[in-house]
């Protein structure tokens, strides 16, 4: 089975060989006829070129390999190797074994991910049964968002999702957001913020391709429910950043801003790798009513080529009193990441408020 990653490089270091030797140790305690050393060395061989989805693969495979059941029989004795494990995310091995050797026992497979998902999450897993026989498996997962236990609710929203980091992509649900509707739907109110999260982003994902659609969803909803109108807000969050009016006017802020803005500036206006930004700015009102004002900011970074990349960032909700004034500020810290190379020259940064830009200012990357 084929895994995908896209994690930081430290994260590998989840399944490193002491984590490796604790699981071999609580197999060994639970099933006292386990090769120990036969799964480590299995477990342990090229270990380092792996990354961390790799690695988490890696040790459903040797598990596999020394363990001479069958895939009901293996399961019985992984049950109890869940609660033992000392990391959420290394026993997601576990619902890895189940999409890897069993997808030949739905039942028995979907009831081993509904339990093995309260330990960590059966999120990655479940996706393996979605591409394979999504009907069933929609309809497993719609009964579980009315479960009990949150972690199982949120498995029903984050592993339907159509563009879950470090997977595949769900290409029927990217294609048609009605096929996970329904999940969304129970969730929509949901008590517990571990599920409302999984929610909004489920819905922001689909705000990639049909963004009408998410936006047709949630309007018909009622937001006078907290938990529901705090799941709009952050499944909409790509479209604000964009400036999508229908997006703000969901959440109070489709009216033009009446402002003014001054100051607008960075400090320093150099800088090296490592070192930090600070964005600051005064906004007045020119009108007599309370405004809510949504401010975000956006970076055009320099790229290779020497033409840019624009990044929008979220920076704060205002609600600004008649001709009041509100003074912002935004630290930045100026690093390269996996995903982000910085290059010299002059970076533009833009102030957005409601969607519309209001000022601009800018600064300047040595290398």
Not at 25 to 40: I, Q, R, T
Not at 243 to 264: P, Q
Not at 299 to 310: D, H, L, P, Q
Not at 340 to 352: D, E, L, S, W, Y
């Amino acid at each position: 089975m084929s895994t995908t990653d896209t994690a930081a490089p430290a994260l590998k270091e989840i399944f490193n060989a002491e984590r490796l030797q604790h699981i071999a140790d609580e197999m060994s305690a639970v099933y006292p006829a386990f090769k120990a050393k036969a799964f480590l060395k299995h477990a342990q061989d090229g270990l380092a070129e792996l990354s961390v989805m790799q690695r988490m693969a890696r040790v459903a495979e040797s598990l596999y390999a020394v363990l001479p059941l069958d895939y009901e029989d293996s399961l019985q004795v992984l049950f109890e190797l869940a609660p033992r494990l000392n990391s959420g995310f290394v026993s997601m091995c576990l619902p890895h074994y189940v999409a890897s050797y069993g997808g030949h026992a739905f039942d028995t497979s979907m009831d081993a991910l509904k339990y093995f998902t309260t330990f960590g999450s059966s999120e990655f897993a479940i996706r393996y049964f979605l591409r394979s026989d999504l009907e069933r498996s929609l309809e497993r997962m719609h009964d579980w968002t009315r479960e009990e236990n949150h972690h199982v609710r949120r498995l029903a929203s984050e592993g339907s999702r159509p563009r879950l980091p470090w997977s595949f992509r769900l290409e029927a649900v990217q294609a048609d957001p009605l096929l996970a509707a329904g999940i969304l739907n129970r969730l929509k109110a949901d008590e517990s913020l571990y599920v409302r999260k999984s929610v909004a982003n489920h819905l922001n994902d689909v705000t990639k391709v049909h963004p009408e659609w998410v936006l047709d969803t949630i309007e018909g909803w009622s937001l006078d429910n907290k938990h529901t109108a705090w799941i709009a807000k952050h499944a909409l969050r790509s479209l604000i950043k964009q400036g999508n009016v229908r997006a703000l006017t969901v959440i109070g802020a489709g009216a033009k801003a009446e402002v003014e803005l001054s100051d607008a500036r960075v400090e320093p206006a150099m800088v090296s790798l490592g070192d930090a930004i600070t964005l600051s700015f005064t906004v007045k009102s020119t009108v007599a009513h309370e405004q809510r004002l949504v401010i975000d900011y956006a970076i055009e970074y320099v790229k290779a080529n020497g033409g840019v990349s624009r990044k929008v960032f979220k920076l704060k909700t205002v609600e600004l009193p008649g001709f009041g004034v509100a003074l912002v500020q935004r630290r930045q810290v100026i690093k390269d990441f996996t995903t982000r190379k910085h290059f010299a020259g002059r970076h533009g940064v833009q102030v957005m408020i409601n969607g519309k830009v209001v000022g601009s200012a800018g600064f300047e990357v040595l290398i």
